[in-house]
């Protein structure tokens, strides 16, 4: 079950009765990126924290909707698949991301990438598949939109041979965007990948965290170490420090033995009076000033004017509304927007909504007044654009939208009088973000819980700080735990009384192998939201000062026989200043160059290997403390200097001195007529591989071309 990289290989089973001996062989091959989700790791599949609104859910039978999603998987037809959930709280436009792990391929032929899809239900939305090589931009590969069938459906997307996919690695993408209702689930199944062979980039030990052009392995002994070792700091950003932004939960764990979820909001919560007003991140509570969130329970701003231009009598002619000491438009009552009393009675307020002033998830439901782009082109007016017809129904106007007739990824656009290109983004700020207790939905003594994930060394000054909002006439409480290898402790943090956000800081000290949580109780009433915002970890470096670089891991010798093509070469090292890694082979430094590369990590990958590489290797680390420094030997046999041209050149390279032009790697037939070889000599088949010099025009009598090898 589960089977990794490492378990692949000949498998023998012997019998004896004591009388005859039987054995039996088997060989098994594992191709990483496959899964049929049976297992609840999904096969190293991760949800995408970063470029979704929802995640996929692995599921076993049917989905909770009527008359959309399978009954069943695919693989079994009693086993699990995973799907989106169209139903609420999703909304037309919704995607949920899931992405493979890191990959390399180990043969030149291309990837064939092969799956099972459900798409049934009218309001089915769309299924994409990406994929990327190294950290280059994502290519989409496949898509399809709408209702298919009752049935799973499979198709093949080839990826063509690159040699980038061995080198640079790459990972697949499966994206699900809802449709315009909730009868539109989509399932995914057997996920396989042929023609190729792939392995995980890094190794089974590792951390894959991405880079400027490739993915990235450190030792999983440096993620949440408080050490930030990763080129875009990934082996941190999931460790419980968190503003709830870009990275939505940074790494929180829900607990699932509690009775509910923290749930991660903008703006204002559902209920009248509990609750904070906006996020504490973006210091947005200003907006509560200009503008309302829903029917305007949290609006703390001063218009005193009603919609019909008639000014505000003050609230202490009416005590029994609960509001005094102004005459500023307020909805103590829950009705559809603040209004106010005046010499005529009573009228509503002209206020405008948030969604004018920032903007929540991509921007679909934002519609302020903003009508030019980031670059400052003004926009064109929507009905009068020329390039998309059905984007004329948005309006007359030329504000800033992002229509669900033409929604983009990254929010409100419009479209410009420009030669060069027909739309461009707007510059709309974001709504922020924090996460709270929903108290309307719980029982008096419900508990929710959040935990980070496992955290490693801390030093003596380690504190945890948040900023908390606990505002309402039922407030329960909400308390700091530690869990650790020396003992386990809860703190209550005590209500301010103050409807504000207020921020704490927990002494931790010299932990271990801990996790710090947050629980939250519900108090007597709907009246007891509590938030929290920008939680940090401070000062929790193991030392302030710089230490020595440390071995963590260095590879046994090496003894290669005459099928390997490549090998690797681990030197992975930690010090509080990150240790310089320089390659010594023979006492001479190594030359890199695209045979042989020193990895992010510091590590040494050679490939296309010959007798030359045998011998010592060392490897020194450097810090502005001290140096440490590893032997490891190679053994790579003479047979090795051998090539037959099936799959690279060996140690062959073209000259570029003196030469004309160059070899060719061919298979089959060369191109000219009644000239050249149609098998190579190896197998003797149009499917082997030799080398060969194009004789046709533009080269003439004399031309050279010239194979070398390497010295």
Not at 247 to 266: H, K, P
Not at 638 to 659: G, N, Y
Request: net charge negative; glycine share 8%.
């Amino acid at each position: 079950d589960d089977l990794q990289p490492h378990d692949e290989g000949q498998y023998s089973c012997f019998a004896s009765n004591g009388i005859e001996a039987v054995v039996a062989d088997t060989t098994v091959t594992v191709n990483v990126g496959g899964c049929d989700f049976e297992n609840p790791n999904l096969c190293g599949w991760i949800q995408s924290i970063e470029h979704d609104t929802f995640n996929w859910t692995r599921v076993k039978g049917g989905t909770p909707s009527w008359n959309t999603g399978p009954i069943g998987d695919h693989t079994t037809g009693d086993g699990y698949y995973i799907y989106i959930e169209s139903s609420y709280p999703r909304v037309p436009g919704d995607t949920a991301v899931i992405e493979s792990p890191w990959m390399k391929t180990t043969n030149n032929m291309d990837c064939h990438v092969s799956f099972w899809y459900h798409m049934f239900g009218r309001h089915t939305g769309t299924l994409r598949m990406y994929y990327q090589i190294g950290y280059s931009d994502w290519v989409q590969a496949w898509n399809l939109t709408g209702e298919q069938d009752t049935d799973w459906n499979t198709t093949t997307v080839m990826i063509p041979y690159d040699y980038r996919l061995s080198y640079y690695g790459f990972r697949l993408r499966f994206e699900g965007e809802r449709g315009i209702e909730y009868a539109g689930d989509i399932a995914l199944d057997d996920i396989a990948i042929d023609g190729c062979k792939t392995t995980t980039f890094c190794h089974t030990e590792d951390y894959a965290c991405p880079s400027a052009n490739r993915p990235y392995c450190v030792t999983t002994d440096w993620v949440c170490d408080f050490i930030t070792d990763c080129p875009d700091k990934a082996d941190e950003n999931k460790c419980g420090s968190c503003d709830f932004e870009t990275y939505q939960m940074c790494g929180w764990i829900q607990d699932a033995d509690d009775d509910g979820d923290w749930v991660r909001n903008d703006l204002g919560t559902l209920s009248w009076n509990t609750g904070p007003k906006s996020d504490h991140t973006t210091h947005a509570d200003d907006l509560n000033i200009k503008c309302i969130d829903g029917k305007g329970f949290n609006y703390n701003g001063t218009e005193d004017k009603t919609s019909q231009g008639d000014d505000c009598l003050n609230w202490d002619n009416y005590p029994w509304w609960g509001v005094s000491g102004h005459n500023y438009c307020r909805n103590p009552d829950n009705d559809t927007m603040p209004w106010c009393f005046t010499k005529n009675g009573w009228a509503f307020c002209d206020i405008p909504t948030c969604d004018e002033l920032c903007m929540k998830k991509d921007g679909s439901s934002y519609y302020g007044s903003i009508d030019t782009t980031i670059s400052g082109k003004k926009c064109m007016a929507w009905n009068k654009q020329t390039y998309n017809y059905g984007d004329r129904s948005v309006g007359s106007h030329s504000e800033c939208r992002n229509p669900y007739s033409h929604k983009r990824d990254d929010g409100p656009w419009c479209y410009v009088d420009d030669p060069n290109i027909q739309w461009e983004y707007c510059n709309i700020p974001e709504c922020g973000h924090y996460v709270y207790l929903e108290a309307s939905y719980m029982s008096p003594g419900d508990r929710i819980v959040m935990k980070t994930p496992e955290l490693l060394t801390s030093g003596p000054e380690c504190k945890f700080e948040f900023w908390y909002h606990m505002n309402g006439d039922s407030i329960g409480h909400l308390y700091v735990t530690v869990n650790s290898t020396r003992g386990n402790w809860s703190t209550e943090i005590l209500n301010p009384y103050i409807s504000d956000w207020h921020k704490v800081s927990i002494p931790l000290g010299a932990l271990a192998d801990f996790t710090v949580g947050l629980v939250g109780v519900r108090g007597a009433s709907y009246t007891g939201d509590i938030a929290i915002d920008d939680t940090k970890f401070v000062d929790c470096a193991p030392s302030g000062y710089p230490t020595p670089p440390k071995l963590l891991k260095v590879s046994e010798d090496v003894v290669l026989t005459e099928t390997d093509h490549e090998f690797r070469l681990d030197c992975l090292m930690s010090g509080n200043l990150a240790p310089t890694i320089t390659w010594y082979h023979k006492g001479e430094p190594v030359g890199f160059d695209s045979r042989r590369m020193m990895l992010l990590n510091g590590s040494l990958f050679v490939n296309h290997i010959g007798s030359y590489d045998s011998g010592e290797y060392m490897c020194v680390g450097i810090n502005q403390v001290s140096s440490v420094n590893a032997t490891i030997n190679v053994q790579v046999p003479a047979s090795q200097d051998s090539c037959d041209f099936e799959t690279d050149a060996c140690i062959w390279r073209d000259s570029v001195k003196d030469t004309d032009f160059f070899w060719v790697w061919q298979q089959g037939c060369t191109p000219s007529y009644s000239t050249g070889p149609c098998k190579d000599h190896t197998t003797g088949s149009e499917q082997g591989h030799y080398m060969y010099v194009e004789a046709s025009w533009p080269r003439t009598e004399g031309d050279v071309a010239e194979l070398q090898s390497e010295w």
